[in-house]
């Protein structure tokens, strides 16, 4: 489950703080948009990815 990629129309944003701020609120909107099962699903295969991404990187000193 992933959710939709940015709206093109973020590029046209000038300053670097108003384009992260356009694209945190448009991935809420788009989060919202998820029935509570989706949103489910996806936050355990965030949770699965961090915790790879955390042993991969723990594993490396």
Do not use: V, W, Y
Request: aromatic share 2%.
């Amino acid at each position: 489950m992933k959710l939709k990629g940015s709206d093109p129309s973020f590029i046209d944003s000038r300053r670097p703080s108003q384009l992260g701020d356009r694209l945190a609120k448009h991935k809420i909107n788009e989060a919202r948009k998820l029935t509570p099962e989706q949103r489910l699903l996806l936050a355990l295969e965030l949770s699965d990815a961090a915790a790879a991404l955390q042993r991969t990187c723990s594993n490396k000193h």
